[in-house]
């Protein structure tokens, strides 16, 4: 398994950017699939985006399509989801995950898609 410990979390206005990380050591990160999932108090941990081993494909729940980009840079052993135009519902903890294999295209990811996952990091939009 490779660990994750993601970072670039914070408090924001409605409208506002963020930028998360997410740094990989352990084994090779080129070969995970990775992901970023978000659970809100009270809430089921839900997808985010995903993004292939390569940076291709590329994949996004409906409520970020347009707002957020995943992206990874395999030589830093880092993925990032770029946050822009956040409204308050996107409030939630920040999960990175990863999994040494792909993923099928003709469905989202879910949670027990992924064996690896980070601890999280707070992302709190303000109105």
């Known amino acids: 398994q490779v660990q994750l410990v993601e970072s670039g979390g914070g408090l924001v206005q409605t409208g506002g950017s963020l930028r998360l990380s997410c740094a990989a050591s352990g084994r090779a990160f080129s070969a995970y699939t990775m992901g970023w999932f978000r659970q809100a108090p009270g809430q089921e941990r839900e997808f985010v985006a995903a993004?292939?081993?390569?940076?291709?494909?590329?994949q996004y729940s409906d409520s970020v399509k347009g707002r957020f980009t995943i992206s990874r840079d395999n030589a830093k052993n880092t993925v990032y989801l770029q946050m822009i135009s956040l409204k308050v519902e996107d409030t939630a903890v920040y999960y990175c995950a990863a999994v040494p294999n792909p993923l099928p295209l003709w469905r989202l990811p879910t949670k027990t898609d992924f064996d690896s996952w980070g601890q999280g990091t707070q992302v709190t939009v303000s109105s």
């Open positions: 993004i292939g081993r390569s940076g291709r494909p590329t």
